[in-house]
Nanobody, 122 residues
Framework: QLVESGGGLVQPGGSLRLSCAASEFTLDYYGIGWFRQAPGKEREGVSCISGSGDSTSYADSVKGRFTISRDNTKRTVYLQMNGLKPEETAVYYC?????????????????WGQGTQVTVSS
């Protein structure tokens, strides 16, 4: 089971750190991705990290503001989000890929968490 946490209400320009914890399996060998879906929009890739943590990728819209990391000893992947914008209000999901590096395409991921709501508003 994948469980996301850390979402909430934040003002524009604020920060949040999302966590994605695996409760029943290890994440060591699998790529992990963060995705988001706003109402009425397609689910889009935000960031991803390889199984070893040595490779990362970011959507152009979040480069320089978001940072993905992982602690395999804790079976947890993090997404640090700084400089949040109102248009980034969405449900954020983490997902596990069968590959060591899944990229930002959601079709490369086959196991998803339930999501955590992030609302950016003043």
């Amino acid at each position: 089971q994948l469980v996301e946490s850390g979402g909430g209400l934040v003002q524009p320009g604020g920060s949040l750190r999302l966590s994605c914890a695996a409760s029943e399996f290890t994440l060591d060998y699998y790529g992990i991705g963060w995705f988001r879906q706003a109402p009425g929009k397609e689910r889009e890739g935000v960031s991803c990290i390889s199984g070893s943590g040595d490779s990362t990728s970011y959507a152009d819209s979040v480069k320089g503001r978001f940072t993905i990391s992982r602690d395999n000893t804790k079976r947890t992947v993090y997404l640090q989000m700084n400089g949040l914008k109102p248009e980034e209000t969405a449900v954020y999901y983490c997902a596990v890929s069968s590959r060591r590096f899944g990229g930002l395409e959601r079709t490369k991921y086959n196991y998803w968490g339930q999501g955590t709501q992030v609302t950016v508003s003043s």
